[in-house]
């Protein structure tokens, strides 16, 4: 079955703190998986993607096959992170692309 | 373009009844989806359609369907409304290809739906 598990329902970190969202997944195959973003009052939309290996916005994610894990990354916060923070997979049939539960990460000055 | 769209932004309804939420895209994907968005729970897919005429089952089907007569248009059809039905429902779409479904899914603004 596919999973994604997100631990923490909120984070809260200070300014200029590092940041680090966790997530897990269960998949039998070779995942493709990626972070979305909501901010206040915005849609859902794409921050980043395994496979292109790219920073946004200072964000950065690696792909951990051994430890099933794609965390979030970014060195220093600022406060306009303040956002819902959904990691997602996509399925084995390609058909399908499944979230975790979302960790609303709070940027504190 | 607009994007994806939905309507209404807000509903209300009496447990047992019935209505549609619309959805509509003018990008030409031909990929769109239906999620719930509950507390604790994320996102779960409800249905999906890879274009017009085909559609199929995501996580949480039950309670729920849907048609696809146009690449626009995938509305969701609540028949019988529960309690268990009160969320915030996301339409999205993207682009179907040879190797699946488009990382790049773009959202609709969402319908906050409460069943009493």
């Known amino acids: 079955a596919q999973r994604v598990t997100q631990p923490e329902k909120l984070l809260s970190v200070f300014k200029g703190a590092p940041v680090e969202l966790k997530c897990n997944y269960s998949y039998s195959g070779s995942p493709e998986l990626f972070w979305y973003v909501q901010y206040s009052r915005q849609r859902l939309q794409l921050l980043l993607r395994?496979?292109s290996r790219e920073s946004i916005k200072g964000f950065t994610a690696d792909l951990n096959k051994g430890e099933t894990s794609f965390h979030l990354k970014k060195p220093f916060a600022q406060e306009e992170d303040s956002a819902m923070y959904y990691c997602a997979l996509r399925g084995s049939s390609a058909s399908k692309i499944i979230f975790g539960s979302g960790t609303r990460l709070s940027i504190r000055p | 373009n607009a994007g994806v769209t939905q309507t209404p932004k807000f509903q209300v309804l009496k447990t047992g009844q019935s209505m549609t939420l619309q959805c509509a895209q003018d990008?030409?994907?031909?990929?769109m989806s239906w999620y719930r968005q509950d507390p604790g729970m994320g996102l779960r897919l409800i249905h999906y359609s890879v274009g017009a005429g085909i559609t199929d089952q995501g996580e949480v089907p039950n309670g729920y369907n849907v048609s696809r007569s146009t690449t626009e248009d995938f509305p969701l059809r609540l028949l019988s409304a529960a309690p268990s039905q009160t969320s915030v429902y996301f339409c999205a779409s993207s682009l179907w290809g040879a190797s699946g479904v488009s990382d790049e899914q773009f959202f609709g603004p969402g319908t906050r739906l409460t069943v009493l």
């Open positions: 990008m030409n994907h031909e990929y």
């Open positions: 395994h496979i």
